[in-house]
């Protein structure tokens, strides 16, 4: 039960903070510590959930047996490569996109453990809903992995780098770039001054839809039914470039998809 | 208070379904009947709601005060212009991009009545919380039009055919062109053999979280990063032509917006 009991996280991020706060959460998880080179955050975070913030990382290895890097992308393998792992440990990284290979210089085990979602410290983040990606090196590493996951959330999969690769590219289309279309569209709507507020409850049932039902079954509007009435009105109506640009591409893709 | 008790709706389509069971739900409100051209339709809603359907426009127009067209955008001229109005009838249609001028011949009294919402008869539509823009050629009309768009909403506006046509447009980037990258995801992921299940937690959380923040406050991602080795391994992972020019486009549009 070790690696349950003894849970280092190196990172103080967004990811590092919703993990922090549900093993904290958690009744089986035990977590020693947390290493940030950011100390300001590592004293707020060890007063907010009462974890010891280690200013050395090797001090955090020597004290943990599963190290969670939650840094940034370009970050994980240079700070993996500073830990002075025992064979006893298993390094892990959160990251989506990263092959787990990148930490094979410095553990003998080591796997990712992505938490497929968006986080911001102001949300509170449900993680019983938020799929955890697993992988690893090693079969029985990767069981301890999900056992680890499955306390923290519901829905835990097992997913290997090319995989969790794809998932990821597919994650930055339905969050970016959906995000974008919401930042546009409120600076079209700030523009005509007519209120954003009003779109949001559209936002909402857009999303909640597709739970249950598949998106090219619940597409409607003027480019499925390539309603060019409304579509040469909406063009009119949009002086900016990139805009037009947006309707077009959108309108087109949707006539081809659906005719 | 006879238009709040004597109202009549013309159609049997999504919107019309949503607003026939919410005027049934409230105690304030009394539909005196409903028509439409679909038989079948028309007998199964008389069922499920207790609604007279008539099969004859003119005899509900002669059973209603106020008549509501939830029909399509292309079809509100001429089916209201079938109705015998008196110049105590007021017409109004629930559309989001037609001007209500096309209802000028039809009676002395005409406006809109638009829920900014995507119905479709498989979910629960909570009224509610849907706002209901209202427009109309009369002060007096408009107000009464406002008290009844508050018996069945919290979110009320006046808002004029210009203010509806640009939110119009605003919805349908965020309603249509969202749901299309849903699909455009969901075809990727459906080829790439990963589950599209796993990115559902993140679509919900990515409209939710603009409940509280701009949402051009809470965009993350490679492309906002400006992170081109992300960016470069992703673009070599699209294959298809539509999803490649797809990320080109948001991955430029967001790093212009944030630099």
Same mark, same amino acid.
């Given at each position: 039960? &070790?690696?349950? @009991?003894?849970?280092? *996280? !190196?990172?103080?991020? @967004?990811?590092?903070?919703?993990?922090?706060? &549900?093993?904290?959460?958690?009744?089986?998880?035990?977590?020693?510590?947390?290493?940030? $080179?950011?100390?300001? !955050?590592?004293?707020?975070?060890? =007063?907010?959930?009462?974890?010891?913030?280690? %200013?050395?990382?090797?001090?955090?290895? /020597?004290?943990?047996?599963?190290?969670?890097?939650?840094?940034?992308?370009?970050?994980?393998? %240079? *700070? &993996?490569?500073?830990?002075?792992?025992?064979?006893?440990?298993?390094?892990?990284? %959160?990251?989506?996109?990263?092959?787990?290979? !990148?930490?094979? +210089?410095?553990?003998?085990?080591?796997?990712?453990?992505?938490?497929?979602?968006?986080?911001?410290?102001?949300?509170?983040?449900?993680?019983?809903? *938020?799929?955890?990606?697993?992988?690893?090196?090693?079969?029985?590493?990767?069981?301890?992995?999900?056992?680890?996951?499955?306390?923290?959330?519901?829905?835990? $999969?097992?997913? @290997?780098?090319?995989?969790?690769? +794809? #998932?990821?590219?597919?994650? !930055?289309?339905?969050?970016?770039?959906?995000?974008?279309?919401?930042?546009?569209?409120?600076?079209?709507?700030?523009?005509?001054?007519?209120?954003?507020?009003?779109?949001?409850?559209?936002?909402?049932?857009?999303?909640?839809?597709?739970?249950?039902?598949?998106?090219?079954? /619940?597409?409607?509007?003027?480019?499925? $039914?390539?309603?060019?009435?409304? *579509?040469?009105?909406?063009?009119?109506?949009?002086?900016?470039?990139?805009?037009? =640009?947006?309707? #077009?591409?959108?309108?087109?893709?949707? $006539?081809?998809?659906?005719?």
């Amino acid at each position: 039960m &070790a690696y349950l @009991n003894e849970i280092g *996280i !190196v990172g103080s991020g @967004n990811v590092a903070f919703h993990l922090i706060k &549900a093993i904290q959460d958690s009744s089986t998880l035990h977590l020693k510590g947390l290493y940030t $080179r950011n100390k300001k !955050v590592g004293n707020e975070l060890q =007063e907010q959930f009462s974890v010891t913030f280690y %200013t050395d990382l090797n001090e955090l290895a /020597c004290n943990s047996k599963l190290i969670i890097i939650a840094v940034a992308d370009d970050a994980i393998e %240079t *700070i &993996a490569q500073q830990i002075n792992a025992t064979n006893q440990h298993l390094i892990v990284h %959160t990251s989506g996109s990263v092959p787990i290979s !990148v930490l094979k +210089k410095s553990a003998l085990f080591y796997g990712s453990f992505y938490p497929l979602q968006t986080f911001t410290k102001e949300r509170e983040a449900d993680f019983n809903q *938020i799929p955890i990606l697993i992988h690893a090196n090693d079969e029985n590493k990767k069981e301890v992995l999900i056992q680890i996951a499955n306390e923290l959330s519901s829905i835990v $999969r097992e997913i @290997n780098d090319e995989e969790r690769k +794809k #998932l990821h590219l597919a994650a !930055v289309m339905v969050n970016n770039f959906t995000n974008h279309i919401y930042t546009l569209a409120n600076s079209f709507t700030d523009k005509s001054i007519v209120d954003f507020e009003l779109l949001k409850p559209l936002i909402q049932e857009t999303a909640l839809k597709i739970k249950t039902v598949r998106p090219d079954e /619940c597409q409607t509007g003027p480019a499925k $039914r390539n309603d060019q009435g409304t *579509i040469q009105e909406h063009l009119a109506m949009l002086t900016n470039e990139e805009l037009k =640009e947006l309707y #077009l591409w959108f309108t087109d893709s949707i $006539r081809k998809y659906y005719e």
